[in-house]
């Protein structure tokens, strides 16, 4: 993967039919993991030796990121999403490989932090529900 700035990776929520960047993401991680499920059986012998077979299993797509909101409508709805534990339709850009987009991206996570002087920021994380869309 090229070099990409870390400002580079975009979070937008849709709003009014339109996915809209919520703001300036600070510190970012997008982490996707993938499970397995163990599917050895006594059939999976091989020369008397037994072999694990794994075949996939859970995907799970979290977003952490320390944010600076573009503006009291973003800001709004992704407080509201996170009070009212509903989920939030979300595309992540990831800078020279590609868009996940899913309509379920839940707020796991949301505090504020500001000091005397200078703008409050919110820690959030978002995590994927449901399947995961890759274009």
């Given at each position: 993967m090229a070099k990409a700035l870390g400002r580079s990776l975009l979070w937008k929520v849709k709003i009014s039919g339109v996915y809209t960047v919520v703001g300036g993401l600070r510190t970012r991680t997008l982490t996707l993991n993938n499970a397995v499920v163990d599917v050895?059986?006594?059939d999976?012998?091989?020369g008397g030796i037994l072999n694990s077979?794994?075949?996939?299993?859970l995907q799970k797509l979290t977003v952490d990121g320390?944010?600076?909101f573009d503006s009291d409508t973003t800001a709004k709805a992704v407080m509201d999403a996170a009070r009212q534990q509903t989920a939030l339709d979300s595309?992540?850009?990831v800078p020279n490989y590609g868009t996940f987009q899913?309509?379920?991206f839940i707020v796991t996570k949301l505090s504020f932090t500001g000091d005397h002087e200078k703008e409050m920021t919110a820690s959030?994380?978002?995590e994927a529900s449901g399947a995961i869309s890759f274009s």
């Open positions: 050895t059986t006594a999976s012998l091989f077979e794994i075949e996939a299993g320390t944010i600076l595309e992540i850009a899913n309509a379920g959030i994380t978002l």
